[in-house]
């Protein structure tokens, strides 16, 4: 096929479907979250096409049914991860001469076979795997997920349309965008499905070959998406499937020479442990690999006095409670007037009141557990600190179970201290501690809400007056890489924010643009002479 640039008409996001009561895809779903709780998977490697069984095994359980085992993983070494780098650099060889058009057609079609027959396996993998109500899952693992892959082929044609502006003759001056040279090493997490599919798939549409590790929490969906792509078919070697513990596979990973790039979502720690990696290596390194991640967050609602107060307390309940805050944009601190918290905390505290919380197969629950066990002890030691505090008060929430699933209930912690633990640290689970601070102190309240954590990530402000809307914005510009105004700093979509942060949070390439595409590519620059010169001399060299 040519190679010649046409421009796409721009794709529209997918419709989210509502499962309400007797709809056809809320019995569908049912029928497969009952079918996949059935049964118990083997989940392999899969390595240059091939599935590899290792013996060393994991389990993928329920997490607000911890002794429900859905699957069991086998966990790569450093051996594994070798012949993954060696697949990925014999596919290299072909997938990276592919004309974009073949390849943006894989991942359009993967997009289309889950629109429709995968997309009850894949939301169903989510619910059960990561606890994710239908919503939820809809959002991400469906709808996210289909426009991660229509835009980004979309966002393809758009950047190589991007070429010199002029080409004086007799010269033809031109861009090619090229593969970089090495494999990328792309690390997902557990909270967003979508995140897992784009991430080794983003450099994939570009020509790279690719090593996944997905998290220990979400191997079970992470193996669907494989299949996904098979289905979509995609070539042997050019995504390569390796769980495994990262003592196994970061190592190795990083010191392989062909190592051209790191595409991560996870916490700060680990990627910056990765960062540090590469500068240790960068002298064994055949180029230095692009780094690109989103790390954590510190999420803020900030409320002027002129605030709507029932949009706020929706955006605080939503923004922080919505799949148990386990979002690197969930709200996770709040800035509201004294005044008005008056008025505000007994209505927030009697919505919460209402919520429902249990196993994802009940649809009428608004929120199920936390990931797993590392993450309800974190989320339990927050509230015990709290509880034991003079400088806290924990006004909502409070209790906590995992006798059966992680549960932590939607918790509230109010604080006399702008510096307190959890105004300042992540917690990444359903805990939203707010300040109440006096009207007369804007500024310093929005000085705090600047300075008090590292992140960088989403942010929202509420306000009723434009003036003081313009003005908190202004003073917030740095604080967040992802704004909102009177809405919940939650929900990014693909197309329409792209998404990212700054500062802690992360290196802002902007998932969901043409900007994370531009970091997976290697420009070449060319310039063809038709006429050529003859003669060196030039003409001032002439006698007058």
Known sequence: MSDAIFKAPPPVNEPILGYGPGSQEKTSIKLQLEKMAGETIDIPLIIGGKEIRTGNTEKCVMPHDHNHVLGHYHMADASHVEAAADASAKAWAEWSEYPWQERAAIFLKAAELLKGPFRDVINGATMLGQSKTVYQAEIDSACEMIDFFKFNAYFLNQLIQDQPLYSPSPTWNRCEYRALEGFIFAITPFNFTSIAGNLPSAPALMGNTVLWKPSHSAVYSGYYIMKLFEAAGLPPGVINFIPGSSREVGPTTMNRPDLAGIHFTGSTGVFQHLWKSVGDNIQNYN??????????????????????????????????????????????????????????????????????????????????????????????????????????????????????????????????????????????????????????????????????????????????????????????????????????????????????????????????????????????????????????????????
Request: net charge negative; hydrophobic share 35%.
């Open 287 to 544: 180029a230095y690999p692009r780094v690109v991640g989103e790390t954590g967050g510190k999420d803020f609602i900030f409320a002027h006095e002129t605030a709507d107060v029932d949009a706020l307390k929706i955006a605080m309940l939503r923004g922080a409670f919505e799949y148990q805050g386990q979002k690197c944009s969930a709200a996770s601190r709040a800035y509201i007037p004294k005044p008005m918290w008056e008025k505000l905390k007994p209505a927030l505290l009697e919505e919460i009141a209402t919520i429902k919380m249990g196993d994802v197969r009940d649809f009428t629950n608004f929120m199920s557990a936390v990931i797993d066990k590392r993450a309800f002890d974190k989320h339990k030691s927050y509230i015990d600190h709290a509880r034991e505090s003079s400088e806290a008060n924990v006004i909502a929430g409070g209790d906590y179970d995992d006798s059966k699933g992680y549960f932590i209930p939607p918790t509230v912690i109010e604080t006399t201290n702008p510096e307190y633990k959890s105004m300042k640290e992540e917690i990444f689970g359903p805990i939203l501690t707010v300040y109440p601070y006096d009207p007369n102190q804007l500024d310093e309240a929005l000085a705090l809400c600047d300075t008090t954590s590292p992140y960088a990530l989403t942010g929202a402000v509420f306000a009723q007056d434009r003036k003081a809307v313009m003005y908190m914005s202004s003073a917030l510009k740095n604080a967040a890489g992802n704004f909102y105004i009177n809405d919940k700093p939650t929900g990014a979509v693909v197309g329409q924010q792209p998404f990212g942060g700054g500062r802690a949070s992360g290196t802002n390439d902007k998932a969901g643009s043409m900007l994370n595409l531009l970091r997976w590519t290697s420009v070449r620059s060319i310039k063809e002479n038709f006429l050529p010169p003859h003669d060196y001399r030039y003409e001032h060299m002439s006698e007058d």
